[in-house]
T-cell receptor
């Protein structure tokens, strides 16, 4: 059974600081996805990582994938309040593109 | 833009009622999924479908059934609603090319 673990689950940071969210998974996969969820809203796709060494960047967020270590990171650079949200990673376990999600990281960026 | 539309944003139902949650996507996606989201438990897969009239159980199918009579529509049915089915329900769809999911806006169901 595929397990996906995110840490930390809660992250409170100051504006302007950098931090990294980690996503570990338990079985071989080379497809990993990051989503953002604002309070009371649905999930919005952020990044699609489809190979070992893939790196994607959008604004202050950068995601990477190391399939050998079974690890993805979401790095936040110079955080701003608008980045406050819950971030989920999800892994494709290889069966009909069914995704298994981590529990999410609730990010709060304080002024 | 791909759109995944869930018919209701908020629903309140009584215990024992049969409840239908509808999901429609407009981009000819093969795969469709129903998840529920609860605080501290993340997203859990209830059922999914990779073709018309095909369905597979996810991790928590008990108390639910689904219907996919047309490619664009995937319905989740609560046969006899119970209070422990109070949750946010999220529908998603995807192509088979691994591009990931597109989610609907969610239905917050309260069973009283």
């Amino acid at each position: 059974e595929l397990k996906v673990e995110q840490n930390p689950l809660f992250l409170s940071m100051q504006e302007g600081k950098n931090y990294t969210i980690y996503c570990n998974y338990s079985t071989t996969s080379d497809r990993l996805y990051w989503y953002r969820q604002d309070p009371g809203k649905s999930l919005e796709s952020l990044f699609v990582l489809l190979s070992n060494g893939a790196v994607k960047q959008e604004g202050r967020l950068m995601a990477s994938l190391d399939t050998k270590a079974r690890l993805s990171t979401l790095h936040i650079t110079a955080a701003v309040h608008d980045l406050s949200a819950t971030y989920f990673c999800a892994v494709d376990g290889g069966s009909n593109y069914k995704l298994t999600f981590g529990k999410g990281t609730l990010l709060t960026v304080n002024p | 833009d791909v759109k995944v539309t869930q018919s209701s944003r908020y629903l309140v139902k009584r215990t024992g009622e049969k409840v239908f949650l509808e999901c429609v996507q407009d981009m000819d996606h093969e795969n469709m999924f129903w998840y529920r989201q609860d605080p501290g438990l993340g997203l859990r897969l209830i059922y999914f479908s990779y073709d018309v009239k095909m369905k597979e159980k996810g991790d928590i199918p008990e108390g639910y059934s689904v219907s996919r009579e047309k490619k664009e529509r995937f319905s989740l049915i609560l046969e006899s609603a119970s209070t422990n089915q109070t949750s946010m329900y999220l529908c998603a769809s995807s192509l088979v090319d691994g591009a990931g999911y597109t989610f609907g806006s969610g239905t917050r169901l309260t069973v009283v």
